[in-house]
């Protein structure tokens, strides 16, 4: 016989032929005479029917099992009678592995994604779960198979830091202090000096600060690793632990960064079109019916490039329709993305050059000095997927700037080095992956493409 691993995608290769599968039960019924499993064996979310009949020794015990049953089958690959399926395998014998309790809530009927969060630990065992994690596992793979194609570094920059890279202030202290008892200095403020590193550190908000540093040593790098932020924001897109990917390209400027950005989403697009035709079916039957239209003219379509002071301009003539107010100076609401790719371009757009007051430090002031070289790529559907810009490389303006900010020089003394030894031009960018995932498979809550999502009041699991 042969031992074969996983037929379930692909099972014509071994029609007419012995095989042994194993997996777990998703639905049986029998009669007196035979019975029906349709059996996963988790490499795919399509099950293959098992047809079991009187003769087998063990049939009374089979026809009895429960859905969640762990099983293994040989028989023989034939082409099926029924017409939901092309083949279904003729059982020889079927060993029981691991019984299921008959409590098991996985029973077969759809459940929501509400309900399946509170099951996080049995939800990958859904054909929805099957779907989205094996395209989140490709799309990984994509992601580093673009970077290295193009001779990028994989840079593997620290979870823990002493810096707030962002300056938004949204950080997951890390201490070993004993807090109902912490050390104090004259002043009163808990003393970090006498903690761990010695200092205040918190979580990872974003590796791009670390990963400046390897830019200026090899070119282009890139980080893929997961970030913190304490954002107190209950939304379908934000969760408190997400991954990011951000790839740092030096003797490089704001229209180069875009080329990247643009280059790597479409690759992106294309390699789960092709790698995951299935996965990618499945989503647009079940989860959103323009997907794949919308997928393919993407790759077709070159991105708007739009600047903030334009954007802008087009919120306001449509302003009775936001919640939020619109004025040159504030920062764009979710609402405010979605229209203006959804509505008015219908397409994914770059916003560049936005008010230096709403965006980062260490983003280069443009010759008007009142926006940096910012860009926020929006998509329509999900909003911000992306937030880049070109660095500030001029070691006085970055210093002038940090005063104004009342950053502490001395915190990123570091940091400035990059500038005073040898700086060029240089620019990044930051990707959400599960921002990406939402966007290539439909998905619409953030929630529902990472495993154990971390969010407000939520870290069970
Ligand atoms: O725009 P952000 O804050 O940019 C940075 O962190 C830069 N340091 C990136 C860089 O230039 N190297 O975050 C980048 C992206 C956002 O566009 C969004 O897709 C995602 O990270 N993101 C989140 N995803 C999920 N949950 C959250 N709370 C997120 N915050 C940001
Ligand atoms: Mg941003």
Redesign the pocket.
Known sequence: STLVKSIFRNPAQYLNQEIEISGWIRTSRASKAFGFIELNDGTFFKNLQVVFEEGMENFAEIAKLATGTSIIVKGILAESLGAKQPFELKAQSIIVEGECASDYPLQKKRHSFEYLRTIAHLRPRTNSFSAVFRVRSLVAFAIHQFFQEKGFVYVHTPIITGSD??GAGEMFHVTTLDLDAPPRTEEGKIDYSRDFFGRETNLT??G?LNVETYCMAFRNVYTFGP?F?A?NSNTA????E?W?I?P?IAFADLEDDMELAEDMIKYVINYVLENAPEEMAFFNEFVDKNLLDRLQNIVQASFERVTYTRAIELLEKAKDKFEYPVEWGTDLQTEHERYLTEQVFKKPIFVIDYPKEIK?FYMRLNEDRKTVAAM?LLVPGIG??????QREERLDVLEKRMDELGLKKEDYAWYLDLRKYGGTRHA?????F??IIMYLTGISN?RDVIAFPRTVNNADF
């Not at 897109?237 to 408190?240: E, F, L, Q, S, V």
């Not at 990044?428 to 959400?432: A, R």
């Open positions: 890279a962002e908000v974003s791009q970030t932020r954002e897109r934000h969760a408190a997400f990011m951000e740092e980062a926020d911000e997927i992306i937030g880049g810009s990044g960018y930051g990707l959400g599960e921002r953030i």
